[in-house]
């Protein structure tokens, strides 16, 4: 299984960005997507994320700005963020929970990391 993460950038404060995350591989279920940010000198630290068929949790840091979305049959989740701050600035991870067989628990996959930097 592989987690492709797309859509980081440069933005100025105030901008919007969508970043995309598409899982493939050997993919039975997927029972949650999401994303986390680690800043420099910071942990990583959980952004949003979709839990099949339950809730979409956010971080209070980003609620009313982000929104996290699901094309389950491109196996992708998305994360549009608007109203952009320089606290912002991190690499974005996708995260995944996937089931590779009906038999099998779900494990968690992670993707490579996207940087995105909010500077004027």
């Known amino acids: 299984v592989q987690l492709q993460a797309s859509g980081g950038g440069l933005v100025q404060p105030g901008g919007s960005l969508r970043l995309s995350c598409a899982a493939s591989?050997?993919?039975?279920?997927?029972?949650?997507m999401g994303w986390y940010r680690q800043a420099p000198g910071k942990q990583r630290e959980l952004v949003g994320f979709?839990?099949?068929?339950?809730?979409?949790t956010y971080a209070d840091s980003v609620k009313g700005r982000f929104t996290i979305s699901r094309d389950n049959a491109r196996n992708t989740v998305y994360l549009q963020m608007n109203s952009l701050k320089p606290e912002d600035t991190a690499v974005y991870y996708c995260n995944a929970v996937i089931q590779e067989s009906v038999s099998a628990p779900g494990r968690s996959y992670w993707g490579q990391g996207t940087q995105v930097t909010v500077s004027s």
């Open positions: 591989g050997s993919i039975f279920s997927i029972n949650g």
């Open positions: 979709i839990i099949s068929g339950g809730p979409t």
